[in-house]
């Protein structure tokens, strides 16, 4: 049982990266989707009760913004694995708003996330930390953490 919790702000991949790794295997916690935290944490527990793997796609900025998905987790002996997502505000700027509809955000919700956003430690409670950043193909590069990062 994993819980993959995702850090990144929008545009940055995330969504993406769960479609292209995690679709078929891990259900997805989604604000966005969900539309409320009560929602989100009923979703969080029903995972945690029936051993289902799971992947909070949200920007997950800060560290105690992880730590409520961390914490039951871990007591539940789940393995928490996060994935950071690099990208310069002015590329996820740029995805940004090429994306239509509900997809796409105010400009100040990206730089709102990338002024508050903090870089998750393995001291949180993770048991592994990736680095991802998009290849400029559509793919993505995947590397092992490194707090020189």
Sequence with gaps: MTAIIFTGIP???KSSFFKERFFD???RINLDMLK???REK????ACIAA???FVVDNTNATAAERERFITPA?????????YYFSSKVQDALERNRKREGKARI???GVTGTAGRLELPVLIEGFDEL?????????????EEWNNEL
């Excluded at 990736?130 to 995947?142: E, P, T």
């Design 74 to 82: 871990r007591e539940a002996d789940f393995k928490i694995i996060g």
């Design 42 to 45: 009923l979703l969080v527990q």
């Design 51 to 53: 051993k289902q793997s």
């Design 11 to 13: 545009a940055s991949g």
């Design 106 to 108: 105010p400009d100040k």
């Design 130 to 142: 990736w680095y991802v950043r998009m290849d400029g193909n559509g793919g993505f590069i995947i």
């Design 25 to 27: 295997t891990h259900i």
């Design 36 to 38: 409320t935290r009560h």
